[in-house]
């Protein structure tokens, strides 16, 4: 129903600032809630923020509150996931994921995509 490709990974100093995107196809886009997710060397997947369909609603893990914020265009069919002060913690491969509602768990997500790289750094 749904193919998404992210974007916007690359290596960055510690404190810097970078901008991932993540494309969807599709018509329907704006009747998805949508999350992104990360996955650090020897760790577990884990939450990083959800946006409902038309961005009402919006979560984040307590981990990243106050240096990360998510958005989306549905015209573009297009979420995004700001980041600034980076920090090297924050290296791991991010993937965004579709899903009917917001939510924390990956089971909960339907649709997922490859992941972009970030590391940061020091």
């Known amino acids: 129903q749904v193919q998404l490709v992210e974007s916007g990974g690359g290596l960055v100093q510690a404190g810097g600032s970078l901008r991932l995107s993540c494309a969807a196809s599709?018509?329907?886009?704006?009747?998805?809630?949508m999350g992104w997710f990360r996955q650090a060397p020897r760790k577990e997947r884990e939450f990083v923020a959800a946006i409902s369909g038309r961005g009402e609603i919006i979560y984040y893990a307590d981990s990243v509150k106050g240096r990360f914020t998510i958005s989306r265009d549905n015209v573009k069919n297009t979420v995004y996931l700001q980041i600034i002060s980076l920090k090297p913690e924050d290296t791991a491969v991010y993937y965004c994921?579709?899903?009917?509602?917001?939510?924390?768990?990956?089971?909960?997500?339907?649709?997922w995509g490859q992941g972009t790289q970030v590391t940061v750094s020091s």
């Open positions: 994921a579709a899903a009917s509602r917001p939510a924390s768990l990956e089971r909960a997500y339907d649709y």
């Open positions: 599709g018509r329907t886009f704006s009747s998805y809630a």
